[in-house]
């Protein structure tokens, strides 16, 4: 006896996708300190252009406050790519 239509045509039975992975959790610390970093270095800047020459340091320092301002605001900007 011939199969009818209905038998050719059956439909895969449905498997659901694999459990998610857990979400990444961003440590407690990575949002404070690349906020910290970040303000410092604006700040370190700041401070070297406005009052540098009556700061006792940072004549001393010379154009490596830039650096450490710029090193600060690059830390922040590595730490927030730790951010999820």
Do not use: H
């Amino acid at each position: 006896m011939p199969k009818s239509r209905s038998d050719r045509k059956k439909k895969a039975v449905y498997t659901p996708p694999p459990a998610a992975q857990k979400p990444k959790v961003t440590p407690r610390w990575v949002v404070p300190a690349f906020i910290t970093f970040g303000l410092l270095g604006i700040l370190w800047i700041g401070v070297y252009y406005i009052a540098g020459s009556m700061v006792p340091y940072m004549q001393e320092l010379g154009q490596w406050n830039l650096g450490i301002g710029f090193g600060g605001i690059i830390i922040a900007v590595i730490l927030s790519t730790q951010w999820r």
